[in-house]
């Protein structure tokens, strides 16, 4: 099997997996896209545009995708509904949000307090200390 063949059977099996598609999944593919965008803008600001740095970006980005797809399976066996997959989904909107506002916050693009305190409240504290943030 070729390459392409594989990748379009992974993004189909990954697409099904990934469970129905809600304005929670929207938010975070439109927040993923975003991030990976702005990702690579800091990244020719800052003169410091990298392949690896960027496949690696991809790389976690489909991670995170993977992540939703296997806890929306758990959801599926343990008969939670949407549970264990809209906690995941949240939690990671709120990471990548929180990396699109030090993105733009090193390009000089600042944030108005209530929404920097909205995605901090969403975070939470050991998630915001882990990604290193104030």
Do not use: H
């Amino acid at each position: 099997m070729d390459r392409k063949k594989a990748l379009v059977l992974f993004t189909a099996f990954l697409i099904d997996a990934l469970g129905p598609r809600t304005a929670m999944l929207n938010v975070l593919i439109a927040v993923i896209v975003i991030d990976y965008l702005i990702g690579v803008l800091r990244a020719i600001y800052e003169r410091k545009l990298n392949s690896r740095v960027g496949a690696c970006g991809i790389i976690k980005k489909i991670s995170y995708l993977t992540a939703v797809a296997l806890t929306y399976q758990i959801d599926i066996w343990l008969g939670t509904g949407d549970a264990l997959r809209s906690l995941s989904i949240s939690l990671f909107i709120a990471n990548e949000a929180w990396s699109n506002v030090e993105n733009l916050a090193v390009m000089g693009i600042v944030f108005p307090q209530p929404v920097l305190v909205k995605i901090k409240k969403m975070m939470g504290k050991e998630q915001l200390e882990k990604n290193g943030g104030k």
